[in-house]
């Protein structure tokens, strides 16, 4: 059974350029929640997807946005990319309504210059 | 808003001694607080959840306890070696309805053989 899987691994893109990272959850979970970690802190929150919906949001302009696919993938999509959206992505999987804990991807590590 | 602060930022200890971890949270009502470990440049790894209900939760050498009610969660490793070397991390979720977890900003651990 694999887990949650990303892709791509790293990236590197210059400022104002537009990224899309991509997350698939792991097998029998519905919800996905994205987090940014910058380097030497601990993860943010960006948003979660469930049922084709972004149903939370943290602190994270509109530059950021989602989708999540009937197959209950997502993709996080950051526009006109900045210097400080450097950091690592990870997308974590987990069962709506449920108690366990979330499972992480191993993220992507975008480079910003 | 909760906020979740982890001291110290680093530590370092010899190989075989007990390792205490401390997590802090400014607000109480939270639904429950996971333990997760992180190797350089790589995903989390859920080691420990605890429920708001429970007191205490233990997984081999890996001990965790919790007090609501002073915002404070301890986690203990015991008998440390090399390969415990990592970043820990603790996460509280808010409520059972979402997944968002709010991080700490982790305690870097080298043991050292």
């Known amino acids: 059974d694999a887990g949650v899987t990303q892709s791509p691994t790293h990236l590197i893109k210059t400022r104002g350029q537009q990224v899309t990272l991509r997350c698939s959850p792991k097998?029998?979970?519905?919800?996905v929640s994205w987090y940014q970690q910058a380097l030497g802190q601990g993860p943010q929150f960006i948003f979660q997807?469930?049922?084709?919906?972004?149903?939370q949001r943290g602190n994270f302009p509109d530059r950021f946005s989602g989708h999540q696919f009937p197959n209950y993938s997502s993709e996080l999509n950051v526009n006109a990319l900045l210097l400080g959206d450097s950091a690592l992505y990870l997308c974590a999987s987990s069962l709506a309504g449920g108690r366990e804990t979330q499972y992480f991807g191993p993220g992507t590590r975008l480079l910003v210059l | 808003k909760q906020e979740v602060t982890q001291i110290p930022a680093a530590l370092s200890v010899p190989e075989g001694e007990n390792l205490v971890l401390n997590c802090s949270f400014t607000d109480s009502a939270i639904y429950n607080l996971q333990w997760f470990r992180q190797d350089p440049g790589k995903g989390l790894t859920s080691l420990l959840l605890i429920q708001s209900s429970q007191r205490e939760q233990t997984s081999g050498r890996l001990n965790a306890s919790l007090d609501k009610s002073s915002g404070r969660s301890t986690l203990y490793i015991a008998a440390s070696q090399p390969g415990d070397s990592a970043t820990y991390l603790c996460?509280?979720?808010?409520?059972?309805?979402?997944?968002?977890?709010?991080f700490g900003g982790g305690t870097r651990v080298l043991v050292k053989p």
């Open positions: 997807y469930y049922e084709e919906e972004e149903r």
């Open positions: 996460a509280v979720r808010p409520t059972a309805a979402g997944n968002k977890l709010t």
């Open positions: 097998s029998g979970h519905d919800t």
